[in-house]
């Protein structure tokens, strides 16, 4: 008997549909708009975070060795890099391995190969790289090498201080969150009034039905049902077209993003915002559907307490 | 059995519409309820059906006091007692058989059982043959033979019907009291407001008269004068 009911009731949702179709036709389109907007701020927001990490750990500091220090003056500045409570690692490059990476990296190149052979001996100095445990504290780090101390070992420290970039990046992020919520907000809004709209709509069309099951002893649920089923099926059907644009669409971009954002910085595999929606696919899809389900929820139960009751 | 026990029903301060009337009628009864227009017939049968709350007193059904009656329960009400009314409430789109099946189907009840006792019901008020027609095709009196056809389909223990031949001629309206009879003698409570003294005193069953709220007069066997 449930069954029964419930496709009935999922037919007169239908019905409802259809009898205003041009009203559920800008619901949907209204809440279409309603979702990419939250799947955008929701993909900014991964995507943004993913181009931080990326230059946050790009920030390096490395130092190169004079040619004349020995292996001992040089481990011995290793190794009070290390012991530094700021320091999360140290890793030296011998001027071997050096020559040894740069010949590799050159592979393609067949000039280079010759002009180390006319040069005769290694050009490349011995370096460290130095990570450190947080950002902030790279210009102490820097500063200290450059100190006196090492002027004998040390030719040269070099970082690029990207705190900078970071800090923007964050606050653009910010802005973008902030500008995206009110959006948010404003189109939920919309959404709320037009779905109230069209189930009043349809309750008014319906009330000669809904009057008499009221008088024939119709459940609460066999009267209301329908309408927030109507607004359910107007969620999903925008779940639906939204995911058909927004999975194409980061397909699309998703190379472009990698190449303009995250070139150079990601060491093995890049980020994918595509490769990561399709993993993530349970998390995009239940956003949606909350958010377009929780809308559609409450406007239908709004307009039916105002509407129904009588 | 139906019971009103004191009941008082106030609409605005100026007036009440019901005046402590209490009243019993036993199951299988077809009681007549008479009185000028504003006497307070349709409000007592407002009370029965629970589409109205009674100010004072209280109001018993087959032992269940529905004075207080849970806005969520009053379907389970509505599925015992059949209303029929002077404008018949039939839906314009849909044909009598669809008229009918509607109230069993939005009451859940099974499509098979839909389609095997609409026939029926539809026998019952001689309409077999015109099942497929809409209302504005109908008659007035065929009309409210749909409308009574559809407040059968629960099998209702009682049948309240609030001027069922307002609308219609004398020929009709005797049709419909003929129905009512026949149904009440299938063993459903009937309760009849009406002002048409003729057909209450052609049925020579109980009259219960309302004035200004108030029952003037019980009968067993009753008449009425305007
Ligand atoms: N919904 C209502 N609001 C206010 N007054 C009402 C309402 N329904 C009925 N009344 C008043 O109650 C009295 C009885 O009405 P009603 O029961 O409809 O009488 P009847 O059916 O005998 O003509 C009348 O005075 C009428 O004006
Ligand atoms: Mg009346």
Same mark, same amino acid.
């Given at each position: 008997?449930?069954?029964?009911?419930?496709?009935?009731?999922?037919?007169?949702?239908?019905?409802?549909?259809?009898?205003?179709?041009?009203?559920?036709?800008?619901?949907?389109?209204?809440?279409? #708009?309603? =979702?990419?907007?939250?799947?955008?701020?929701?993909?900014?927001?991964?995507?943004?975070?993913?181009?931080?990490?990326?230059?946050?750990?790009?920030?390096? =500091?490395?130092?190169?060795?004079?040619?004349?220090?020995?292996?001992?003056?040089?481990?011995?500045?290793?190794?009070?890099?290390?012991?530094?409570?700021?320091?999360?690692?140290?890793?030296?490059?011998?001027?071997?391995?050096?020559?040894?990476?740069?010949?590799?990296?050159?592979?393609?190149?067949?000039?280079?190969?010759?002009?180390?052979?006319?040069?005769?001996?290694?050009?490349?100095?011995?370096?460290?790289?130095?990570?450190?445990?947080?950002?902030?504290?790279?210009?102490?780090?820097?500063?200290? =090498?450059?100190?006196?101390?090492?002027?004998?070992?040390?030719?040269?420290?070099?970082?690029e201080d990207s705190r900078d970039m970071i800090q923007r990046l964050i606050s653009i992020i910010s802005t973008i969150k902030n500008a995206g919520f009110i959006i948010t907000i404003?189109?939920?809004?919309?959404?709320?009034?037009?779905?109230?709209?069209?189930?009043? =709509?349809? #309750?008014?069309?319906?009330?000669?039905? +809904?009057?008499?099951?009221?008088?024939?002893?119709?459940?609460?649920?066999?009267?209301?049902?329908?309408?927030? +089923?109507?607004?359910?099926?107007?969620?999903?059907?925008?779940?639906?077209?939204?995911?058909?644009?927004?999975?194409?669409?980061?397909?699309?971009?998703?190379?472009?993003?990698?190449?303009?954002?995250?070139?150079?910085?990601?060491?093995?595999?890049?980020?994918?915002?595509?490769?990561?929606?399709?993993?993530?696919?349970?998390?995009?899809?239940?956003?949606?559907l909350a958010v377009a389900l929780g809308l559609a929820i409450i406007s239908s139960l709004i307009a039916i307490q105002r509407y129904l009751n009588s | 059995m139906i019971t009103f026990?004191?009941?008082?029903?106030?609409?605005?301060?100026?007036?009440?519409?019901?005046?402590?009337?209490?009243?019993?009628?036993?199951?299988?009864?077809?009681?007549?309820?008479?009185?000028?227009? %504003?006497?307070?017939?349709?409000?007592?049968?407002?009370?029965?059906?629970?589409?109205?709350?009674?100010?004072?007193?209280?109001?018993?059904?087959? %032992?269940?006091?529905?004075?207080?009656?849970?806005?969520?329960?009053?379907?389970?009400?509505?599925?015992?007692?059949?209303? $029929?009314?002077?404008?018949?409430?039939?839906?314009?789109?849909?044909?009598?058989?669809?008229?009918?099946?509607?109230?069993?189907?939005?009451?859940?009840?099974?499509?098979?059982?839909?389609?095997?006792? $609409?026939?029926?019901?539809?026998?019952?008020?001689?309409?077999?043959?015109?099942?497929?027609?809409?209302?504005?095709?109908?008659? %007035?009196?065929?009309?409210?033979?749909?409308?009574?056809?559809?407040?059968?389909?629960?099998?209702?223990?009682?049948?309240?019907?609030?001027?069922?031949?307002?609308?219609?001629?004398?020929?009709?309206?005797?049709?419909?009291?003929?129905?009512?009879?026949?149904?009440?003698?299938? %063993?459903?409570?009937?309760?009849?407001?009406?002002?048409?003294?003729?057909? $209450?005193?052609?049925?020579?069953?109980?009259?219960?008269?309302?004035?200004?709220?108030?029952? $003037?007069?019980?009968?067993?066997?009753?008449?009425?004068?305007?």
């Amino acid at each position: 008997m449930i069954g029964v009911s419930f496709f009935r009731i999922l037919r007169a949702a239908g019905n409802n549909f259809l009898r205003n179709v041009w009203l559920s036709i800008a619901t949907t389109v209204i809440m279409t #708009i309603t =979702l990419l907007i939250v799947m955008f701020l929701f993909f900014a927001n991964v995507f943004g975070l993913e181009v931080i990490n990326n230059i946050q750990q790009k920030i390096d =500091l490395s130092a190169t060795f004079m040619t004349e220090a020995s292996e001992e003056q040089m481990s011995k500045v290793v190794r009070n890099m290390e012991q530094r409570p700021d320091v999360r690692a140290v890793q030296f490059v011998s001027s071997d391995e050096a020559l040894k990476i740069f010949r590799e990296r050159n592979i393609d190149k067949p000039y280079i190969e010759e002009s180390l052979a006319e040069l005769g001996k290694n050009p490349l100095p011995a370096s460290m790289f130095i990570v450190a445990t947080a950002p902030e504290y790279y210009e102490d780090i820097a500063r200290y =090498l450059g100190d006196d101390q090492f002027g004998e070992v040390i030719e040269e420290v070099s970082y690029e201080d990207s705190r900078d970039m970071i800090q923007r990046l964050i606050s653009i992020i910010s802005t973008i969150k902030n500008a995206g919520f009110i959006i948010t907000i404003v189109f939920a809004g919309l959404v709320i009034l037009i779905m109230f709209n069209t189930v009043r =709509l349809a #309750i008014y069309s319906f009330r000669e039905e +809904i009057d008499i099951m009221h008088l024939v002893g119709a459940s609460r649920w066999f009267i209301r049902g329908p309408f927030v +089923i109507e607004s359910m099926l107007v969620a999903i059907l925008s779940v639906i077209i939204t995911t058909g644009i927004i999975y194409p669409l980061l397909n699309g971009i998703a190379p472009e993003l990698q190449r303009y954002f995250l070139e150079g910085y990601a060491q093995q595999e890049g980020f994918n915002i595509y490769a990561y929606a399709v993993q993530e696919w349970p998390t995009v899809l239940g956003l949606q559907l909350a958010v377009a389900l929780g809308l559609a929820i409450i406007s239908s139960l709004i307009a039916i307490q105002r509407y129904l009751n009588s | 059995m139906i019971t009103f026990n004191k009941i008082s029903k106030v609409y605005s301060k100026e007036s009440a519409a019901l005046h402590d009337v209490s009243l019993k009628i036993p199951t299988g009864d077809f009681v007549s309820i008479v009185g000028q227009s %504003g006497a307070g017939k349709s409000t007592m049968l407002k009370l029965i059906s629970a589409q109205e709350r009674p100010s004072e007193g209280m109001i018993v059904i087959d %032992g269940w006091d529905i004075t207080k009656i849970r806005r969520w329960q009053i379907p389970h009400l509505r599925r015992q007692i059949g209303v $029929v009314f002077q404008d018949f409430k039939l839906l314009p789109k849909r044909t009598a058989f669809e008229n009918i099946a509607f109230a069993m189907e939005v009451g859940g009840a099974p499509t098979r059982e839909v389609r095997a006792t $609409v026939p029926h019901i539809l026998k019952l008020v001689n309409l077999a043959e015109r099942a497929n027609a809409y209302p504005d095709e109908l008659s %007035g009196g065929e009309k409210q033979r749909i409308a009574i056809a559809r407040a059968l389909a629960y099998k209702p223990q009682i049948l309240i019907a609030d001027e069922p031949t307002g609308n219609l001629d004398a020929l009709h309206s005797w049709d419909i009291v003929q129905l009512l009879i026949k149904i009440n003698k299938l %063993g459903t409570t009937v309760l009849l407001a009406t002002h048409n003294d003729e057909i $209450v005193n052609a049925l020579k069953k109980r009259v219960v008269t309302l004035n200004d709220g108030k029952v $003037v007069s019980d009968k067993k066997s009753g008449t009425y004068k305007l």
